[in-house]
């Protein structure tokens, strides 16, 4: 089984709420929000990743020493074997701004649950909630 792996991350602004990113149609999982972020390529730090990610997806600019890793998730598709660390923001250049036809939204952490997520997010959820 092929393994993935992908740098998410939890940017937390400064009334404690979490961004998600809804998954666009003509995607894998479209519909389900998730954390920001993306598919490491070779050569390249999850950290690294994140920050190409968040201009890519977002137009914000963050720095790795602002990129605090979190916890991680590991999750078996049918197809492919999802390998996650999550890392927290809270500090970032500029306004997270929809690039890729993506809603987004600025959702309490006690509210998450309330967002339908891909499998290997949900776990995070609890992780995040007693850390922040």
Same mark, same amino acid.
């Given at each position: 089984? *092929?393994?993935?792996? $992908?740098?998410?991350? #939890?940017?937390?602004?400064?009334?404690?709420?979490?961004?998600?990113?809804?998954?666009?149609? &003509? *995607?894998?999982?479209?519909?389900?929000? =998730?954390? /920001?972020? &993306?598919?490491?390529?070779?050569? =390249?730090?999850?950290? #690294?990743?994140?920050?190409? =990610?968040?201009?890519? @997806?977002?137009?914000?600019?963050?720095?790795?020493?602002?990129?605090?890793?979190?916890?991680?998730?590991?999750?078996? !598709?049918?197809?492919?074997?999802?390998?996650? /660390?999550?890392?927290?923001?809270? *500090?970032? @250049? &500029?306004?997270?701004?929809?690039?890729?036809?993506?809603?987004?939204?600025? $959702?309490?952490?006690? =509210?998450?649950?309330? !967002? /339908?997520?891909?499998?290997?997010?949900i776990p995070l959820i609890p992780i995040l909630r007693d850390w922040l």
């Open positions: 089984m *092929k393994l993935v792996l $992908v740098s998410a991350v #939890a940017l937390i602004d400064a009334d404690g709420r979490v961004l998600l990113a809804q998954r666009p149609a &003509g *995607k894998a999982m479209a519909g389900l929000w =998730e954390f /920001p972020g &993306g598919k490491v390529e070779q050569g =390249e730090t999850p950290e #690294a990743a994140l920050i190409r =990610e968040l201009h890519e @997806e977002l137009g914000i600019g963050t720095w790795a020493s602002c990129l605090a890793p979190l916890t991680f998730a590991s999750h078996a !598709y049918a197809d492919f074997h999802l390998l996650m /660390p999550l890392f927290a923001c809270r *500090k970032w @250049e &500029g306004t997270p701004q929809s690039r890729e036809g993506q809603a987004l939204k600025w $959702v309490r952490v006690n =509210e998450l649950r309330d !967002y /339908p997520m891909p499998a290997a997010d």
